[in-house]
């Protein structure tokens, strides 16, 4: 199995940054792909960002310029960090993965979620 742990979330004032970390446990060969979503009060859930295992990454047009994604395949883990943050990104951030284990599983896996608030 494999486990996905989230931090960072918190209350943050508009224009204010925050870095998320999602660290991925147990019996992992390899993460191919790497996703950040989130879901905000009465909405659907939505990609954020995304990085393969080749580093490309892909953004939601709202949040180009101000979020970046990044890996540490060492401690596989994944970062969201999020600059000049709006109200409108207030949400539960939730990390996504797809893994491969050593018995050469193909999982998809998700975080637990963290809150974002961005708030005056």
């Known amino acids: 199995q494999v486990q996905l742990v989230e931090s960072g979330g918190g209350l943050v004032q508009p224009g204010g940054s925050l870095r998320l970390s999602c660290a991925a446990s147990g019996s992992i060969r390899t993460i191919n792909h790497w996703g950040w979503y989130r879901q905000a009060p009465g909405k659907e859930r939505e990609l954020v960002a995304a990085m393969t295992s080749g580093s490309s990454t892909n953004y939601a047009d709202s949040v180009k310029g101000r979020f970046t994604i990044s890996r540490d395949n060492a401690k596989n883990t994944v970062y969201l960090q999020m600059n000049n943050l709006k109200p409108e990104d207030t949400a539960v951030y939730y990390c996504?993965?797809?893994?491969?284990?050593?018995?050469?599983?193909?999982?998809?896996?998700w975080g637990q979620g963290t809150l974002v608030t961005v708030s005056s």
């Open positions: 996504n993965a797809v893994a491969v284990t050593v018995t050469w599983r193909y999982l998809d896996v």
